[in-house]
């Protein structure tokens, strides 16, 4: 006891009930206490009688504090590290009125259609976004992240490719190591063998079901999806592709290159990395397979009156009315995220994606030009937003010395020539001094530009209204500066 | 920009507007003090990969929330990594899976569900490489400890594994829950408890105290993480000691157990920016307080249950005529009766500005309400006076009063277009259809549009953004 207790008490805040109406409401019941209740409904075995060990209930502000002096325990610095998450400018309209937005957040999923118009619109826009990206007919509405997803299209694959007896699964070794081995603990159970080596080596046969890439690949290289898609098409297998949906503002479609499934990320479209999530992933493939995708589809319908209204579509799929015919388990997933992404796309608008995605690629060219006069070499030929380099004047240790001094997080490679690499921890291992061993690797070409995504599909919908201050997307929330390409980016991502 | 996301806002009915009394779906307050960390830039602009250094704060937050889930669940160990409730239970199966392996058991298999389970966790044993065999329920709801038994001996020397849900989807505190766990530990397999409904056990019992080696929790569900209209969630797992070398590891960070099976997730910890909102509402109620907010969310079930005693029937209830923390209503008779159907009464609900509750699960043609303990008496009556009333028009249907087809219920929701057209040719009444209670007068809900053609949907399936002209009126 204190003489001034404090007054932020929250537990009196989450129960609705105050505790002078208990007494009423027991009544009803016929009871005294909750005590009573609870010996009432609850069966005495059931009852474990052990106090928690938790403590006390902290005051509303108390906490508050508690978990700031958390957050300020993490270090916020400037990663360049790659791996499928990128630094982003959430626009503070969408922050703060989407993200940070009870009337956006709490909602349940859309299963009464007629009082969820407006997320279903938002999803909708999505789906819109993530075609014309993909250049590919039929999107769900956001998956967990992009390792589920892309095993998601390892099973879709399964399911749709001709021949029931395939068991096999290529995957190429430049993907994301996070995605490969996702990959790989769905496949287990479910008897797939997972093949993992070099696109340039992946050897189609009629045991193969399909295959998996990453579109720029891991090591931030862009290949030519074209003779892979004809190759695994003439021996009945289906591509699936993991992309960056950033790049695809840049690159051809997946799609239009033969990939039958694309998934990826939508993280870089405005949703902080927050140490890996929640973001929301995304799938779309051809409009034959419509009927095995997994997850949820947002499609228009009519309502009594005639006039256009949003639904889920496809309900039938679910594992909620198939049960143990079910395919995927997939239920939640990331709806309040992809809105954020699709309100991104619908912010910046088509021009203003492209200046982004341009803005980059311009960028990490221009770095990389600095970098060959200053004696690294990058071997990229087709690139969008990181280099790997090597053979430079400094040795890896001395480049992450360096780096770390100016708190910057480069994505350091195992497959050093130097000798340093020894002592570091081998997964995260430094160079850009090291070069990557094979040649058969490289990049065969750049794909053709195409143009941006097209424009948004319902008359009120905004266009940007504001032309540059808020196009820069390459920086962390922390850091507005962090455009500047003179930072030391050795690879990874937005410059 | 921000006219337009509102305008979208508004066409949306969430928690900012009324109760959503969604069954098994556990809709309580989202804390906006539980909110605000989440964009914080010490939280949110974390690369997943920094070196551990860079994230001492993340890591004092998971291994204080492991802990904590640790001790309400009665177990050893956690894992943060799956990223929802589906994903828990492919997770906690592959944990099962591994531990048979490493046991030298490779061909237990074979995974028993009953019947009233929820739909994911057939589809996650599939997943997981595991045969499907479904356990009778008998007629008030509970697994048929008989039937379990006869397929736990059948299957004994393939058994792996027991998915139970737990109070039961039907709302229930089965009475046999231990008797249950040990008949399946007789045969060797091991007992997965769906975390679904912890919110009715949280202070007062726990999975690891009723026999279960390895649970799920929801953090979108008892823990506060919002619903965010369908995603994002959090599934993470915690299971007994002899399971804990096997939870998941990561290729790219040092976590799991010693024997870790693969990643489930792409990120080590799966969504670690939502994970201060459970950590909030953990520290900030305490061990008192998660105990009182299970125990009012059993009574403001039963509050609700008994409200609408003598109007709905409760389908089922415990053996001494309580439930747990929901109540599934019975609106079955009502289609011989009036013609009238689940979804008609849930659509009608959206006229007196409410979400339906869940509808048709885990019975077909019922409604199943939970109003968590958040939902204030006041609230609580006024959902209770808007069933009463739309009973009330059912009986109108019934008595011949009110044209079948022709009647609020049928017609629901009702649009403010619709209401206030020039020609208005129904058997009610423009007041009745709009404003059926008193506070819809104070506080209207306008549903955007009228009842959705799902047929006409998925037979011309649309999927992308219409062109504009759709739009033209």
Known sequence: ?495 | MLRYLNRLQQRDLSLTTSMIPLGSCTMKLNATSEMIPVTWPGFAALHPFVPADQRRGYDRLFATLEAWLCDLTGFAACSLQPNAGSQGEFTGLLVIRAWHRANGQEQRDVCLIPGSAHGTNPASAMMAGMQVVVVRCDDDGNIDLGDLRAKAAQHADRLAALMVTYPSTHGVFEEGIRDICDAVHEHGGQVYLDGANLNALVGLSSPGFLGADVCHLNLHKTFCIPHGGGGPGMGPICVAAHLAPFLPGHPLVATGGDKAIGPVSAAPWGSPAILPISWAYVRMMGREGLREATEVAILNANYVARRLHGHYDVLYKGPEGFVAHECILDTRPFKASAGIEAVDIAKRLMDYGFHAPTMSFPVAGTLMVEPTESEAKEELDRFCDAMIAIRDEIRAVEEGRLPKGDNPLEQAPHTAAAVTADTWDRAYTRDQAAFPAAWTRDHKYWPPVSRVNDLHGDRNLVCTCPPIEAWAE
Not at chain 1, 116 to 123: D, I, P, T
Not at chain 1, 170 to 195: K, M, N, W, Y
Not at chain 1, 222 to 234: F, Q, S, Y
């Open chain 1, 1 to 495: 006891m204190t003489a001034f207790p404090r007054t932020d008490d929250f537990v009196s805040r989450h129960l609705g009930p105050r505790r002078a109406q208990y007494g009423e409401m027991l009544g009803l019941l016929g009871l005294d206490s909750l005590g009573d209740l609870v010996a009432r409904a609850m069966p005495a075995r059931i009852l474990s009688g052990r106090e928690l060990g938790l403590d006390h209930a902290h005051g509303e502000q108390q906490v508050l504090e508690e978990l700031a002096s958390i957050a300020a325990e993490n270090r916020v610095w400037r990663s360049y590290l790659g791996l499928g998450y990128h630094g982003t400018r959430t626009p503070p309209v969408i922050l703060r009125n989407v993200l940070e937005n009870p009337g956006w957040y709490t909602q349940y999923t859309p299963y009464q259609a007629e009082i969820s118009q407006g997320r279903m619109e938002a999803l909708l826009t999505f789906q819109t976004m993530v075609l014309d990206l993909t250049g590919l007919e039929i999107a769900n509405a956001s998956l967990l992240d992009e390792a589920t997803a892309a095993a998601e299209a390892m099973a879709l694959a399964h399911r749709v490719a001709k021949g029931k007896d395939r068991g096999r699964f290529l995957v190429s070794d430049a993907c994301h190591p996070q995605t490969i081995e996702v990959v790989r603990t769905r496949a287990e159970p479910l008897g797939f063998e997972v093949a993992v080596g070099p696109v340039a080596d992946f050897a189609f046969d009629d045991e193969v079901f399909g295959c998996l890439v990453q579109y720029p690949d891991t090591h931030c290289r862009v290949a030519d999806l074209r003779g892979l898609c004809e190759r695994a098409h003439a021996a009945g297998a289906l591509v699936a592709c993991a992309a960056d949906p950033l790049a695809l503002v840049l690159l051809e479609a997946p799609g239009r290159l033969g990939a039958d499934i694309v998934v990826g990320n939508t993280q870089r479209f405005g949703v902080p990395m927050g140490l890996g999530g929640p973001h929301a992933a995304y799938m779309a493939t051809r409009d034959e397979y419509k009927r095995q995708i997994p997850g949820r589809i947002i499609g228009v319908s009519v309502d009594a009156d005639g006039r256009p209204a949003l639904r889920l579509s496809l309900q039938t799929r679910e594992q909620h009315i198939r049960r143990e015919k079910a395919t995927s388990n997939i239920c939640t997933a990331q709806v309040l995220l992809a809105i954020m992404a699709s309100m991104y796309a619908v912010w910046h608008g088509p021009e203003g994606l492209r200046a982004i995605a341009e803005r980059i690629r311009g960028q990490v060219g221009a770095l990389g030009e600095a970098l060959r006069r200053l004696g690294w070499r990058s071997e990229e030929e087709a690139f969008f937003d990181g280099l790997e380099l090597s053979g430079g004047p400094l040795d890896q240790a001395e480049v992450r010395r360096r780096a770390e001094a100016k708190e910057i997080n480069l994505r350091y490679l195992a497959r050093a020539r130097c000798r340093s690499t020894s002592t570091r921890p081998s997964r995260t291992a430094t160079s850009p001094t090291s070069t990557r061993s094979s040649a058969a690797t490289r990049p065969t070409s750049t794909s053709p530009p195409r143009p941006a995504a097209s424009g948004p599909c319902r008359p009120g919908w905004p266009a940007r209204t504001r032309s540059s201050r808020t196009r820069c997307s390459t920086g962390t929330a922390a850091r507005p500066r962090c455009c500047a390409t003179s930072t030391g980016c050795s690879r990874g991502t937005s410059a």
